[in-house]
C-alpha cells in the first residue's frame, strides 16, 4: 500500500540556521508533491508544489527538492526564524488527484 | 482558513449519540473532503466527493456518513458505530486548477464522554 514517511521526531534548531524536513513515499509515483504547514489548532495552510520532473522549487526562504529516484523530498527553511516554528506536511499527488494523503508530518521549533 | 467554514469549533457529546458537524465554502470548489487527526498524529481521510450528490470512502470512513447535496455543502455525521470519535477533524476543498491546492476550514474539535 501507499506509505508516506517523515521524521516523527521534532526537530530543534537555533534561529538563522537552515531547517531539512525530509518526505520518504513508498509504492507509487507520484507526479507532483505538495507541502503544507500547519499550526496547533488549526487546519494546514498550502506552501508550494514541485513537480517530478523539477529538482528544485524555491519560494521565498523555502526551497524544496524532489528526487524520484530515491522516492524522496526534501522540504528546507533558510535563516529559520521562531515563527517558522509549525509542523510540516507532504503530500504526494499521484493518479486523478482526487484523493490526496497526507504525510505525519515533522515539527519544527525554531528557538532564539 | 479562507472561504470555509466549519462549525462549531468545539463539540461536546455523550457516547452512543449521533452527531453532525457542518462544512460550508464559498470557493466554488468541486471537491471536498473530511479529515480526522488524532493529537500528534497526521491526517487520515475520511470521506470525499468530487461532485454534487456522489461521495467516496477514504481510509477510515467507518462509523462515518456524509451527503452531498449542495455542492457549497459537505456535512459529515459521527454516528454511535465510531468507536473513538473524539478527535480533531477537519474539513477541505480542492481547487482543479494547478497547483490543485487544497484549502481547510479551522476544524471541529469532537469530544465525546
Known amino acids: 500500500s501507499q506509505k508516506i514517511e517523515q521524521n516523527s521526531e521534532a526537530l530543534n534548531i537555533q534561529e538563522g540556521k537552515t531547517a531539512t524536513l525530509t518526505c520518504n513515499y513508498t509504492?507509487?509515483?507520484?507526479?507532483?508533491l505538495q507541502w503544507y504547514r500547519q499550526d496547533p489548532g488549526r487546519g494546514p495552510v498550502f506552501l508550494l508544489l514541485?513537480?517530478?520532473?523539477?529538482k528544485e522549487k524555491r519560494k521565498e526562504r523555502l526551497k524544496v527538492t524532489f528526487d524520484t529516484t530515491l522516492k524522496q523530498s526534501l522540504f528546507h527553511i533558510t535563516a529559520s526564524q521562531p515563527a517558522d516554528s509549525a509542523t510540516y506536511l507532504c503530500a504526494p499527488l499521484s493518479g486523478g488527484y482526487n484523493k490526496l494523503i497526507f504525510g505525519a508530518g515533522t515539527r519544527l521549533a525554531v528557538h532564539p | 482558513d479562507g472561504g470555509i467554514t466549519q462549525s462549531p469549533k468545539y463539540l461536546f457529546r455523550k457516547e452512543g449519540q449521533n452527531v453532525t458537524l457542518s462544512c460550508e465554502q464559498n470557493l466554488n470548489h468541486d471537491a471536498m473532503y473530511w479529515y480526522r487527526q488524532d493529537p500528534g498524529q497526521g491526517l487520515r481521510l475520511i470521506y470525499y466527493s468530487q461532485i454534487v450528490n456522489d461521495f467516496q470512502k477514504g481510509d477510515i470512513a467507518e462509523g462515518y456518513s456524509v451527503s452531498r447535496e449542495k455542492k457549497e455543502s459537505f456535512p459529515l455525521t459521527v454516528t454511535s458505530a465510531q468507536k473513538n470519535p473524539t478527535a480533531f477533524y477537519l474539513c477541505?476543498?480542492?481547487?482543479?486548477?494547478?497547483?490543485?491546492?487544497?484549502?481547510f476550514g479551522p476544524g471541529t474539535r469532537l469530544t465525546v464522554t
Open positions: 509504492n507509487y509515483s507520484p507526479a507532483y
Open positions: 514541485i513537480r517530478e520532473n523539477e
Open positions: 477541505a476543498t480542492r481547487d482543479t486548477v494547478f497547483p490543485y491546492e487544497q484549502y
